[in-house]
């Protein structure tokens, strides 16, 4: 005679928050795969431009300080402190960028080899931070192109405007002003300084406001809008 013997297994009805499955996050360029699989592919099958601004470095706090940028594509001559990792606190200067690896070679950061010779060893460019940055006429390009601060770091900002009369749409009377019908199509150039135009940086989502005087000799004028963007700057 046989013996049956019954196994009963609890199953608790709430699980841990740790174990609990978290729901997809949302996709938001669906020309970009959110596959492991291709995303590794796309990586490691990269072309040398794009492994140039894969392998960035980040700027020490002193150049980011100056140039208003965080990062940029490390090359040779750069000189770099390594702030991650086995050797981390050495400094040194970009002998060679060795993009086929994703590596750099950092001067004087080799080992002994068996017989006698030394060789580099390679750091990955987010383990070290730019401390000089080696420059030229291009670096200075990309600099620039880079600074997020130049348009607020001048001291005059050119802006064309176009002044509309919002009271009603007939053809201004003001002196200056040329005589189109339905608008003041009056179209000057106004240097405006960042103490007066109190405004961030304009762009297509900025709004902008200026003051009373620089409107004195026209109150009637409430709305201009900036040329080339669709967004209307309004009188404080």
Request: charged share 30%.
């Amino acid at each position: 005679m046989t013996q049956s013997h019954l196994c009963v297994v609890i199953i608790p009805s709430s699980c841990p928050p740790s174990s609990r499955t978290l729901p997809p996050k949302m996709k938001y360029n669906p020309d970009v795969s959110s596959s492991r699989r291709k995303s590794r592919k796309a990586h490691f099958s990269a072309p040398s431009s794009i492994r140039r601004k894969i392998m960035s470095s980040g700027l020490a706090k002193e150049l980011r300080a100056k140039y208003n940028t965080r990062s940029l594509p490390i090359r040779k001559d750069d000189e770099v402190r390594i702030v991650r990792g086995k050797y981390k606190g050495r400094e040194g200067k970009v002998t060679q960028v060795y993009r086929k690896k994703w590596v750099i070679h950092v001067d004087r950061v080799q080992r002994d080899k068996s017989n006698g010779a030394s060789a580099p060893i390679g750091i990955h460019p987010s383990n070290v931070v730019i401390t000089t940055i080696k420059l030229d006429k291009d670096r200075r390009a990309i600099l620039d192109r880079k600074d997020r601060k130049k348009d607020a770091a001048g001291d005059v900002e050119m802006a064309d405007v176009r002044i509309v009369d919002s009271s009603n749409r007939r053809t201004s009377s003001h002196p200056n002003c040329s005589n189109f019908p339905g608008t003041c199509s009056r179209l000057f150039s106004l240097a405006v300084g960042l103490h007066e135009f109190k405004s961030t940086h304009v762009s297509m989502h900025s709004t902008a406001y200026m003051p009373h005087d620089a409107f004195a000799s026209a109150p009637h004028f409430q709305t201009i809008t900036l040329r080339g963007h669709d967004e209307f700057i309004k009188c404080c």
